[in-house]
T-cell receptor, first 115, second 114 residues
Framework: GAGVSQSPRYKVAKRGQDVALRCDPISGHVSLFWYQQALGQGPEFLTYFQNEAQLDKSGLPSDRFFAERPEGSVSTLKIQRTQQEDSAVYLC?????????????FGEGSWLTVV | KNQVEQSPQSLIILEGKNCTLQCNYTVSPFSNLRWYKQDTGRGPVSLTIMTFSENTKSNGRYTATLDADTKQSSLHITASQLSDSASYICVVSAKGSTLGRLYFGRGTQLTVWP
């Protein structure tokens, strides 16, 4: 597609429920990133993939968060046993590679509300 | 601690006027600095990318400056338009870090009034 596509755009989950957020990067982009943006804050890094390899997952806040990109294209961010503090916008971004000057393109985000 | 601080937190200007947004950072060692525009409910959109050796970069009515010695950057918007109303986020990355491990400021919320 023309841009980074994320789904669902909005998700309301009951506390304790598992959720899965999907990201379709720009075709051909080998680098994919997930960020968490709380209300009124800047995005915070969660994890990074180069093709199917998860090279950095140090930003994942707990072991309830899991991300995968099995075929090097679509990625899924899974949150198990959601808690209220997980409520945030989850942004996916992609880039053509890891060169310093590469533009990072962001999706519209998936807005998660845990009630 | 790697941090990015932006000021002002919010700004209201009249259409047609100019404005300057500030960014101070402590990210080290510095690699590059980006300015993003984020409309409400949308993902951030890249405006400029500057590396250590670049002092200024323009993108239409947006001009970014960088002083790597003082660790300061500014984003100047000329002849503002209503569509400039958005959050402007300063983003810094460190050398040797994962490309995607970007340090984001909280943004300056700009409102342009007619």
């Amino acid at each position: 597609g023309a841009g980074v596509s994320q789904s669902p755009r909005y998700k309301v989950a009951k506390r304790g429920q598992d959720v899965a957020l999907r990201c379709d990067p720009i075709s051909g982009h080998v680098s994919l990133f997930w960020y968490q943006q709380a209300l009124g804050q800047g995005p915070e890094f969660l994890t990074y993939f180069q093709n199917e390899a998860q090279l950095d997952k140090s930003g994942l806040p707990s072991d309830r968060f899991f991300a995968e990109r099995p075929e090097g294209s679509v990625s899924t961010l899974k949150i198990q046993r959601t808690q209220q503090e997980d409520s945030a916008v989850y942004l996916c971004a992609s880039s053509t590679g890891i060169a310093i000057g590469n533009t990072i393109y962001f999706g519209e985000g998936s807005w998660l509300t845990v009630v | 601690k790697n941090q990015v601080e932006q000021s002002p937190q919010s700004l209201i200007i009249l259409e047609g006027k100019n404005c300057t947004l500030q960014c101070n950072y402590t990210v080290s060692p510095f690699s590059n600095l980006r300015w993003y525009k984020q409309d409400t409910g949308r993902g951030p959109v890249s405006l400029t990318i500057m590396t250590f050796s670049e002092n200024t970069k323009s993108n239409g009515r947006y001009t970014a400056t960088l002083d790597a010695d003082t660790k300061q950057s500014s984003l100047h918007i000329t002849a503002s338009q209503l569509s400039d109303s958005a959050s402007y986020i300063c983003v810094v990355s460190a050398k040797g870090s994962t490309l995607g491990r970007l340090y984001f400021g909280r943004g300056t919320q700009l409102t342009v009034w007619p």
